[in-house]
């Protein structure tokens, strides 16, 4: 699941990613952000198991556990 949250991150409006198994136990949950308001509109699986989430203003590419691999800030 991707959306943005105000309340769990560390800034306001940040990505927030919830990977569930199978059974819907919560393996983890991450929030993503810059300084600005980001919010998760669209998340893909990538071909080496990871995530790709995008939305407002960031692209995020992070790995199977969650940590993030790179990111990328869009203009207005």
């Known amino acids: 699941m991707a959306c943005g949250t105000d309340s769990f991150g560390a800034r306001s409006n940040d990505f927030w990613l919830v990977k ?3 059974n ?5 949950n991450r929030t993503y952000g810059g300084p ?17 989430p995008a ?3 960031l692209l995020v590419k992070i790995d199977s556990n969650g940590d993030m691999e790179w990111n990328q800030t869009c203009g207005e």
């Open 20 to 22: 569930t198994d199978a």
């Open 24 to 28: 819907g136990n919560v393996q983890w």
């Open 36 to 52: 600005d308001s980001e919010i998760a509109y669209s998340l893909i699986k990538t071909s080496d198991g990871g995530y790709a």
């Open 55 to 57: 939305g407002s203003g």
